[in-house]
């Protein structure tokens, strides 16, 4: 089945830097790829997402990259701020099966913004 | 109403207990799901309902019976459950439309604790 690595488990960054966070997949026939940002203590929030035939997407400060050729995509946050301070979590589908979409996700990132 | 309703919030039972935790959506979505999050953790599928229908059931043990009345709520019955079943248990639902892949949006969570 699907397998999604996410990296890095912990990311520390200055407020108003870049953070990027980084995943890969196992299978080719994912075609879809949401980020999920989740507070302490709150519901996973979808921040973003990605279709297969799409390279690059970008909603404000925040934009996704996926390369799928080597079955890797990447969330990039610009001019961070200390409400981007949360777990994010990568994830990939291969679409409505059954009537139903499968999400496999990668473990998470903690982001934290330093001011 | 754009939001993903669960009751209780929290929820404390013995090992043996009966309890239901229940999900509530009214944005029309026919596809609804139950994941488990433990601490630090991604959520894992447990399972999905389509058009009223079990589609998958990620082999969860059958002290976890999930139940979809109608298209717009989904409880999930607990008896005889383990302090290890101990979690945030988060409902989803997504549109079903055939074969795009589709938004999930996920309720606040039940925060479980068996002792």
């Known amino acids: 089945g699907e397998n999604v690595e996410q990296h890095p488990s912990t990311l520390s960054v200055q407020e108003g830097d870049s953070a990027v966070i980084k995943c890969t997949y196992s299978?080719?026939?994912?075609?879809?790829f949401p980020w999920y940002k989740q507070e302490l203590g709150k519901r996973p929030q979808l921040i973003i997402d990605?279709?297969?035939?799409?390279g690059e997407k970008k909603d404000q400060r925040i934009a996704v990259t996926l390369n799928k050729t080597a079955k890797h995509f990447s969330l990039h946050i610009t001019e961070t701020q200390p409400e981007d301070s949360a777990v994010y979590f990568c994830?990939?589908?291969?679409?409505?099966?059954?009537?139903?979409?499968?999400?496999?996700f990668g473990q998470g990132t903690r982001l934290t913004i330093n001011p | 109403d754009t939001e993903v309703t669960q009751t209780p919030k929290h929820l404390v039972m013995g090992m043996t207990n009966k309890k239901s935790l229940k999900c509530e959506q009214h944005?029309?979505?026919?596809?609804m799901y139950w994941y488990k999050q433990k601490a630090k953790k991604p959520p894992e599928l447990m399972f999905v309902?389509?058009?009223?229908?079990?589609?998958i059931n990620e082999s969860v043990p059958s002290r976890f019976s999930p139940e979809c009345p109608n298209s717009s709520l989904l409880n999930l019955h607990l008896h005889a459950l383990q302090p290890e079943d101990s979690a945030l248990y988060l409902c989803?639902?997504?549109?079903?439309?055939?074969?795009?892949?589709?938004?999930?949006?996920f309720g606040p969570g039940t925060r479980l604790l068996v002792l």
């Open positions: 990605i279709r297969s035939n799409v």
């Open positions: 299978d080719s026939a994912s075609n879809y």
């Open positions: 989803a639902s997504s549109q079903a439309l055939l074969a795009a892949p589709e938004t999930q949006y």
């Open positions: 994830a990939a589908s291969k679409g409505i099966i059954q009537g139903a979409q499968k999400l496999v």
């Open positions: 944005m029309g979505h026919r596809a």
């Open positions: 309902y389509s058009y009223e229908k079990l589609s």
